[in-house]
């Protein structure tokens, strides 16, 4: 036996049930949901307050998680879309956490020239993870890194092994 097709009359009922969807902000785990809102409340008077955001978000839960989206998206009035678009856009929003010091290496051209290349050839086998950045202001020291924020100069990859120790 057919279903009966949808009369008039159910139009109303279906419109409720949907009107009654939870929001994707609402599925999200409260320990992450909770962390996001709160960085919310903390920035939201500040100007183009989504960086800030984020930088709050990764700074409590250690990176900015997927979940982080449609919470964001719905305390912003912005489209997921566009959330998503300036997480991935910048590189320091980590989708998830990072394991261990983060390692920066500067390969720009005054540390280029004394030798931050076969430092940043040397270093993941050091420690893992580590990213490119282009000057961290202390270019007459080079070859320069960062470790978790702070700046060592003129480093070598037995220097690097030794300050991770
Ligand atoms: S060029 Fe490396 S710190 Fe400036």
New binding site residues.
């Given amino acids: 036996m057919s279903e009966p097709p949808t009369s008039e009359p159910d139009r109303p009922r279906r419109k409720r049930r949907e009107a009654a969807a939870p929001s994707p902000a609402s599925l999200v785990d409260p320990a992450i949901a909770a962390p996001v809102r709160a960085a919310v409340a903390a920035c939201r008077e500040q100007r183009g307050n989504l960086i800030p955001i984020l930088h709050e978000i990764q700074r409590t839960l250690g990176h900015v998680p997927e979940d982080a989206v449609p919470v964001l998206a719905e305390e912003l009035n912005l489209s997921r879309a566009e959330v998503h678009g300036v997480i991935t856009f910048y590189h320091d929003f980590k989708p998830s956490p990072v394991l261990g010091p983060k390692v920066q290496v500067?390969r720009?051209?005054?540390?280029q020239a004394v030798g931050a290349e076969e430092l940043f050839a040397a270093a993941p086998g050091l420690c893992g993870t580590v990213e490119q950045v282009f000057?961290?202001?202390?270019?007459a020291l080079?070859p320069?890194v960062a470790i978790d924020g702070r700046v060592y100069g003129r480093m070598t990859a037995s220097r690097l092994r030794e300050v991770l120790a």
Avoid: D, H, K
Wanted: net charge negative.
């Fill in positions: 500067c720009a051209e005054a540390c000057c961290l202001g202390n270019c080079g320069s």
